[in-house]
């Protein structure tokens, strides 16, 4: 993971439209859409459209307009997905311990069926 951002990077080549994905939502601020390798039987992807590489840039540079849309995207592809009501897991990797693997921000929601406890207990 580089640490600033690559504006070649696979979520901004989404965004330029050089890369197809299934849209799940799109708004002025917002593209959410599916995970090519879902994890859950719903596992979106929520991004915002500006370049971000990950919570530490976005919490510190985004507008307070983007950071709505971000926040209200996150409800609004629940709802569309169908795991509002039964409840889903929104998880964000930053940095290396993180494990981010794609150097743009993006926020993991995920549902469809229980998904168990938060995190495993870290190795010795
Ligand atoms: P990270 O580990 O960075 O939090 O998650 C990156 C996610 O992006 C992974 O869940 C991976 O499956 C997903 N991903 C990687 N490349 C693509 C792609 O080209 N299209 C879509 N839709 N998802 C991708």
Redesign the pocket.
């Known amino acids: ?1 580089p640490n600033s951002y690559d504006p070649n990077n ?2 901004a ?2 965004l330029r439209g050089e ?1 197809p ?2 849209k799940v939502y799109e708004d002025a601020h917002v593209l959410a ?7 859950m039987p719903v ?1 979106a ?1 929520v991004i915002p459209k500006g370049a971000y590489l990950d919570m530490s840039d976005f919490s510190a540079r985004a507008s307070a307009d983007e950071i709505v849309a971000l926040t209200r995207a996150v409800g609004e592809v629940a709802r569309l997905t169908g795991v509002a009501a039964s409840g889903y897991r929104v ?3 930053n940095g290396a311990d ?6 743009h921000l ?1 926020l ?1 929601v995920l549902g469809g069926r229980p998904i168990g406890r938060m995190v495993g207990a870290p190795k010795q």
């Open positions: 993971m696979i979520f080549r989404i890369l994905c299934k859409f599916e995970d090519i390798r879902p994890l596992h992807l998880i964000v990797n993180g494990h981010q693997e794609v150097s993006h993991h």
